[in-house]
């Protein structure tokens, strides 16, 4: 089993939806969870960080953890057609005294106009 | 402004040639990564380090070969480039801050093709 697992998408949702994005991972000990963007031809850009249990907002960004259900998820609102990217989340994880972060494969998200 | 740089953004060359993947930070981070990033599938992480003169060599092997004489720089060398080197190659940096040390920041990385 794969350490974090994320749907690839394709997602594809008309402008103004809430969209949500999510992954699972495998390992409970993880307390730290990111959330990336990336564009086309482009580096992943850090968009949430979040660290145990809970939500945490960033303006139409929400970052949730559910570590009962071992659950992460992004959650868009008033998407817009900037949005579109491909949207890679990532925990933290200390592997032989070394803090590491491990990807999940992204899911590429299409806001069309 | 502080940012992360990586040279060349595409490259495209022969089988057998050495290459060296540039990259540097303005950002006074002492943890630098590379990672390898094909289509559709994770980053996998190939080398690290914490510091002037440490190298760690990452989860993926990889043949390709770390050095990082000044913190602001750590480049990457192929000796001798092969079609399986073709990917996309992108380095990061992290600061070692309490309560951030798992943030790490991107470089835009470079398109390696090899025939």
């Known amino acids: 089993q794969k350490e974090v697992e994320q749907d690839p998408g394709p997602l594809s949702v008309p402008e103004g939806a809430i969209v949500s994005l999510n992954c699972t991972y495998s390992?409970?000990?993880?307390?730290?969870f990111m959330w990336y963007r990336q564009y086309s031809r482009k580096g992943p850009e850090l968009l949430m960080y979040t660290y145990s249990s809970g939500n945490k907002e960033d303006g139409r960004f929400t970052a949730q953890v559910d570590k009962s259900s071992k659950y992460i998820s992004l959650f868009i609102r008033d998407s817009q057609p900037s949005d579109s990217a491909t949207y890679l989340c990532?925990?933290?994880?200390?592997?032989?005294?070394?803090?590491?972060?491990?990807f999940g494969k992204g899911t590429k998200l299409t806001v069309n106009p | 402004e502080a940012d992360i740089y990586q040279t060349p953004r595409y490259l495209v060359i022969g089988t057998g040639k050495k290459i060296t993947l540039e990259c540097s930070q303005t950002?006074?981070?002492?943890?630098m990564y590379w990672y390898q990033q094909d289509p559709g599938m994770e980053l996998h992480l190939i080398h690290y380090?914490?510091?002037?003169?440490?190298?760690e060599k990452g989860d993926l092997s990889s043949e390709s070969t770390v050095s990082r004489i000044r913190t602001e720089h750590f480049p990457l060398t192929l000796e001798s480039a092969r079609p399986s080197h073709t990917s996309q190659y992108l380095c990061?940096?992290?600061?070692?801050?309490?309560?951030?040390?798992?943030?790490?920041?991107f470089g835009p990385g470079t398109r390696l093709t090899v025939l």
């Open positions: 990061a940096s992290s600061p070692i801050v309490k309560g951030h040390k798992y943030e790490q920041f």
């Open positions: 380090s914490y510091g002037v003169n440490s190298t």
């Open positions: 990532a925990k933290g994880a200390t592997q032989g005294g070394s803090e590491k972060l491990v």
């Open positions: 390992n409970s000990a993880f307390q730290y």
């Open positions: 950002m006074g981070h002492d943890k």
